[in-house]
């Protein structure tokens, strides 16, 4: 179905602040509408909203929160289960994870730690109700999403999904655009069928006989682009600047930014926080669970209509109407004058590289196919259910060194830490998948600019040796580690990791 692009304002997200120290998130189902030419489509989101609302803390502030589970017995997606011995769990489970969050391991949302309507059944992992978040961590954004096992991709494309932003000192000292000028922006895409309802594929199309249906395939990208829920918004905006906060919260889409103007953007944050320098860029790119923070400047434009971009590359065709994604029109009247800055220098960030290594452990991120003939995906060969193998100790420095033989990227993610990116290097795939040793063809590149920050997620594309490098602190216990397209992460590109209490 063909949709009119830019007719839908931008919706925000209602926000909110630290209610005393304890609030209570209710998922549900209702519907919502997505664009003005489609009925309303049912989604699941928490306290009605889709995306959730954006709770916001200051840095050090505590948080507790019961993630309530009220939605309906039956999915609304297909459920595939064939995978993860799932086939006796309630069909509807979810646990809520805060990305990009330091708590202790019982409040992280542990993928097996889920639970069914009113907590009538749980997972094996979990432990209590309400989840506490200590927030004692860099001002950054972070968002929250479901965690559960084997049906992430579904919970989190029916729309469990939302923003959660931690405040600091240090962003209130620089002069950068605030309050009304300050705009989250959560980029999905969603495939929609003519009566308004969410489309995700059953299965392949021609799915071989022996084939379960439904069936988890390797990707989904829609046809659709959402922003904060509204399909191709645009924004009315004052010629001045604005900082927008930029989570990509999609299934399996990247995006690559741009104004349609070939004006720059400000990164000045990523994944933990504010870089150390303001970083100008005429595109970005984004993999699922990432997020940019930056500053655009729409001073030159008054009475103009500038599109924000995706670039598609290579795969990009008349058909492909993904290659926009919202419009902003500078026709609001200056409310008053811009006096904020886009400061050069942000924050500090005190480098790892300086610290001794305890480990340097070389990971492979690897295909391989199921008894099905279905392409999985694994990390360093092992199956969730396989035994620990990433063991740090408390408060050591590690290198992972993630060694990318698949055909494409993937965007690692570590619960718990930030960490730093410390280069990539390239290598002959074809030479391993002939031999399986690994020859350089290059030497090691420094991580893009706007990687050199704190990251939590980031991209290590095929051919190539992402090193990273963290801090295993403050908390030991059980955590996980993952591909963030999610229909790599549900089928099997997630292992724990245990960070061990020294003696
Ligand atoms: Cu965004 Cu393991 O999660
Ligand atoms: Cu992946």
Same mark, same amino acid.
């Given at each position: ?63 507790? /929160? ?83 096992? &084997? ?13 959660? $932003? ?7 000292? #620089? ?35 022996? #084939? ?16 904060? &829920?509204? /399909? ?26 741009? =104004? ?35 500053? /655009? ?10 599109? =924000?971009?995706?670039?598609? &590359? ?19 009247? #200056? ?13 500090? $960030? ?14 492979? =991120?690897? &295909? ?19 035994? /620990? ?108 990791? #245990? ?5």
């Amino acid at each position: 179905m063909k949709l009119k692009k830019f007719i839908d304002e931008l919706p925000i997200m209602q926000t909110i602040k630290k209610q005393g120290s304890y609030l209570e998130m209710r998922m549900e189902e209702f519907r919502q509408k997505l664009h003005r030419d489609l009925k309303p489509t049912r989604l699941w989101g928490y306290n009605n909203q889709f995306p959730g609302p954006t709770i916001e803390v200051n840095e050090g502030e505590e948080l507790h /929160i019961k993630w309530e589970n009220h939605l309906p017995d039956n999915h609304l997606l297909p459920v595939d289960k064939s995978i993860h011995h799932i086939a006796n769990h309630p069909e509807v489970r979810t646990v809520t994870h805060v990305h990009g969050s330091v708590t202790k391991p019982e409040n992280d949302g542990y993928p097996e730690a889920w639970f069914s309507r009113n907590f009538k059944e749980v997972g094996p992992e979990f432990l209590h109700q309400v989840y506490s978040y200590p927030n004692k961590q860099r001002a950054a954004t972070l968002w929250y999403h479901d965690h559960a096992m &084997g049906i992430t991709r579904l919970n989190v494309y029916a729309g469990l999904a939302g923003m959660y $932003i931690i405040r600091g000192k240090q962003e209130k000292r #620089l002069n950068i655009p605030k309050d009304e000028y300050e705009i989250p922006l959560i980029l999905m895409d969603k495939t929609i069928n003519n009566d308004g309802s969410l489309f995700y594929p059953v299965g392949p199309e021609n799915p071989p006989a022996n #084939l379960p249906i439904p069936s988890i395939l390797p990707a989904f990208t829609g046809d659709k682009i959402l922003v904060n &829920g509204k /399909i191709w918004p645009y924004l009315n905006v004052e010629p001045r600047k604005y900082r927008f906060r930029i989570l990509n919260a999609s299934n399996t889409r990247t995006y690559t930014l741009s =104004l349609e103007s070939g004006d720059p953007m400000y990164q000045i944050g990523s994944d933990g926080g504010l870089l150390s320098k303001t970083v100008v860029a005429r595109s970005i790119t984004m993999e699922p669970a990432e997020r940019i923070d930056v500053i /655009i400047d729409f001073r030159k434009y008054q009475g103009k209509s500038l599109i =924000l971009r995706n670039d598609l &590359g290579s795969i990009n065709t008349p058909e492909d109407e993904t290659g926009d994604i919202m419009q902003f029109n500078v026709r609001l009247p #200056l409310k008053g004058k811009d006096s904020t800055i886009i400061p050069k220098h942000l924050s500090s $960030i005190p480098s790892l590289k300086d610290k001794p290594i305890s480990a340097i452990r070389n990971l492979k =991120l690897v &295909g391989a196919s199921d008894d099905f003939g279905r392409p999985l995906l694994l990390l360093d060969n092992k199956y969730w259910d396989d035994p /620990i193998s990433e063991t740090p100790k408390l408060g050591s420095t590690e290198i992972w060194s993630i060694i990318n033989v698949t055909g494409f990227t993937h965007p690692i993610h570590l619960h718990l830490v930030q960490f730093q990116v410390l280069d990539r290097t390239p290598f002959n795939l074809e030479k391993f998948n002939q031999d399986g040793s690994i020859v350089y063809t290059g030497s090691a590149v420094k991580p893009k600019p706007n990687e050199r920050g704190w990251k939590d997620t980031i991209a290590a594309p095929s051919a190539q040796i992402t090193r990273l490098i963290a801090t295993f602190s403050p908390y030991a216990g059980k955590f996980v580690w993952h591909c963030h397209i999610l229909e790599h992460e549900d089928y099997d590109m997630m292992r724990p990791f #245990l960070i061990q209490k020294r003696d």
